[in-house]
């Protein structure tokens, strides 16, 4: 039971960290690939599609790295009894 504890604490963790990294990289890119800085910066549709997809991809990537892969370091930060 424990463990199953600790597991849903690092799950949930994890939601949240993608979550903020997801919203932040979303909040910065949409306004600047919506063309809101248009005569300064251009950044051309297809890139600005692969920049938002790349949002996606990241985060899901990211959610999908069990706690085992991670460095010695990196297991004591999102591994916590």
Do not use: H, Q, T
């Amino acid at each position: 039971m424990r463990d199953l504890l600790r597991e849903s604490r690092v799950f949930v963790r994890e939601v949240r960290e993608n979550l903020a990294w997801a919203f932040g990289y979303n909040s910065v890119l949409v306004p600047l690939l919506a063309g809101m800085l248009y005569p300064a910066v251009y950044i051309s549709p297809p890139y600005a599609a692969l920049a938002m997809s790349m949002s996606s991809v990241i985060v899901s990537l990211w959610s999908m790295v069990p706690a085992s892969c991670l460095s010695p370091w990196a297991k004591s930060y999102w591994v916590k009894s």
